[in-house]
């Protein structure tokens, strides 16, 4: 056998050059959310200027405040928009134009789900009235598909580009009622079904963007978190963690380089796939 294969070039460029994204523009749905800024800040980091986008609100999140500050207006543009209209998304990617260019990195983080904090959050499972149901399609999946058609259309357009879509663990596996049932709720909590069915719907169209839009040059993954630590009470945490062959949940930070490695040339030839991060809770 030959010692070199022409048709693979040897890799080029530092490591830190493979995961720069200086001089490109990206776009984050679900922007002001627990990690909506955790996407945002890996991205500057890595030199990207980037558009937020979520639901008007009254007030700028912290963490969005902080990258504001740090970043400052020339790298970081929050727009406001709703996933679930296309008007919407179609006024906004006309600001994000305006303001960085074309997109090319979209990351589609806006999703509704139903903790137990949720003001009605508690239903027998037959009972779930369709109106639950719809608002969490409505955004996790509908709302996802049309960001996609809105940023990636343009993408397959122009030149190419990467997506992200945010999925979850509970896209391929189903939550365990056995975690909330300290919780002094009647009837007992329930994970809601439809954030598992939508996110399983997200995993598919991943798949379906990727071979219909490979040939234009754009890769669509799905990056699906397992549980990431914040707010959840310690009997909730103790169950969940004997679960996770790595013992915890995750922090924000070991979701920034998996981020990193799908929007990046690192990840070039990386299409279609479902990337977990659970620390191993899917392993078994
Ligand atoms: N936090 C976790 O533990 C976890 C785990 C696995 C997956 N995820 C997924 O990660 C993503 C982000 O999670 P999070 O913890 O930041 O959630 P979050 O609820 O804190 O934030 C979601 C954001 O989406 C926005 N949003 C909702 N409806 C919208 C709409 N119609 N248009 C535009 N924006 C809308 C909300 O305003 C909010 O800012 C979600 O898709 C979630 O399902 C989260």
Redesign the pocket.
């Known amino acids: 056998m030959s010692p070199t294969n022409p048709s693979v070039s040897p890799a080029t460029g530092s490591a830190l050059e493979l995961f720069s994204l200086a001089g490109r523009t990206a776009v984050v749905?679900?922007a002001?959310?627990?990690?909506?800024p955790v996407w945002i800040g890996a991205l500057l980091s890595a030199g990207a200027r980037v558009c937020g986008?979520?639901?008007p609100r009254a007030e700028l999140c912290p963490a969005l405040a902080a990258l504001l500050e740090t970043h400052g207006p020339q790298r970081l543009a929050l727009v406001e928009?709703?996933?679930?209209s296309r008007e919407s998304l179609a006024r906004a990617r006309a600001q994000c134009e305006e303001r960085f260019g074309p997109a090319r990195i979209l990351v589609n983080?806006?999703?509704?789900?139903q903790p137990p904090s949720a003001p009605k959050a508690s239903w027998l499972l037959q009972d779930i009235p369709p109106e639950v149901c719809r608002g969490i399609l409505e955004?996790?999946a509908l709302?996802l598909f049309q960001a996609c058609q809105e940023f990636g259309g343009a993408m397959a357009e122009g030149g190419g580009g990467v997506i992200v879509n945010?999925g979850?663990?509970y896209a391929g596996r189903s939550p365990d009622p056995r975690y909330y049932e300290h919780l002094p709720l009647s009837p007992p909590f329930l994970k809601p079904p439809l954030y598992g069915m939508s996110k399983a719907a997200v995993v598919n169209l991943t798949k379906y963007l990727c071979v219909h839009w490979g040939p234009r040059g754009v890769r669509v993954n799905t990056l699906s978190?397992g549980?990431?630590l914040g707010g959840q009470d310690e009997q909730f945490k103790a169950r969940f963690q004997a679960r996770v062959p790595l013992g915890r949940m995750a922090v924000e930070k070991d979701l920034t380089g998996p981020l990193l490695f799908l929007v990046s040339d690192a990840g070039a030839y990386v299409t279609g796939q479902e990337l977990l991060v659970d620390g191993g809770y899917t392993a078994w």
């Open positions: 749905t679900g002001g959310g627990r990690l909506g986008l979520d639901l928009a709703d996933v679930t983080s806006a999703g509704v789900d955004v996790n709302g945010i979850s663990l978190p549980g990431v």
